[in-house]
């Protein structure tokens, strides 16, 4: 009865080499507070420069986001004191964000609107120990883009298909790398409940830093459970923040709507509007590239493949490019597509790789009835595992199929000699003794002989034909 409505609020981190408005390195992972600089330690008489390839990467990923990019946006300070923020203030966007009006369509054909995207500088990085807080300053002022959805989300599974493909489309522009472990994309949701049918929006809740699809996914589901018992009972939701504590698998109360912080916006002295050219945003859209659902339809429609398969190939960019590689070497793309997107992108998965001429290689013995299926799915976990060429692990394996007639037919014969008595049953009409013959052809060639030319001189001997 009740209905779920659902925003997202994302960040993405901008993959510049340097930060947004200063020239340390934008890099992850160095020791704590290498990547600094008055700048964007916010040392009193220093002002930022904006960067301007975070500039270009935030329009790319707006237009990637079918937004509409304005010409002028301005920058604004959010006032708020924390340990990780320096300059008691964050540069971002408020009234006049960077791009509006965008959305992404949902496999269902739903379109989730998003309201806006705006560039900001990241804050530093508090890290919580026994002894007190330590804090990184190495991420304060790295670009991210954000983006705030319209409350257009209906479902936890519409909440991370949404954040997938936005995490997709990024990666593929050339954005970001979406990296969620690292936090190079992080999530807020914002849910409330309202009964199905009705207009009115009811009280919502805010759970913050979402790091994973699988989080936002539980952390949700624990909220519309958790705001159904009150509204069933006749109860108030109350407007706050939550966090979401992943090993328990609740959200908590962080902050009411009383504590929220005024940020006290104003427009940022230091930063001259951003103005940018239609000439300049078309020359942007050029060089997007193709987007995830852009390469779905070309898979289906110039390869064939079913639209799951072709969704599956997807799904990652380095394996979708890989396949199309393959096909250099492989021309048959539903039999390589048939590969990558079970046992190539499992090893992937894996963190284990397998070069386009490898895969290419194994695939054409395969054709060539040179090695089984199953023997290929062993010399591609090799390639994988080791990065060993395939024809090298053939010959150490001693994998070659047997496919000489002449040299089939002389066991088959032998097997004969031995089992006169299953012959002659199979002769009166069990057929289904056939699969006893290639067994034993099997078994006498280390399952080594091809199952087609075993099945096809058997018949043929059996059924008298020869
Ligand atoms: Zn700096």
Redesign the pocket.
Known sequence: MWEPVIGLEIHVQLQTST?LF???KNSYGDPPNTN??P??LGHPGTLPVLNEEAVKLAVKLALALNCRVNETSYFARKNYFYPDLPKGYQITQHRFPLAQDGYIKLRSGKKIRIERLHIEEDSGKSIHTENGTLVDFNRC?VPLAEIVTKPDISSPEEAVEFLKTLRLAAIYAGVSDGDMEKGNLRCDANLSLRPRGSEILGVKTEVKNLNSFRFLAKALEYEIKRQEKILSSGGEVKQETRGYDSHKGITFPMRSKEEAHDYRYFPEPDLPPLILTEAYISKVRSEIGELPWEREERYIRSFGLERETARVLCSEKEISQLFEETLKDFPDPKEAANWVKTDVLKWFREGHSVSPSALAKILNMVKEGRISRLQAKEVLEETAREGKDPEKIVQERGLLQISDETQLRSIIEEVMEEFPEKVEKYRKGKKGLLGFFVGQVMRRTGGKANPKVVNKILQEVLNGER
């Open positions: 930060k200063c020239s340390c600094i600089c700048v964007c002022g």
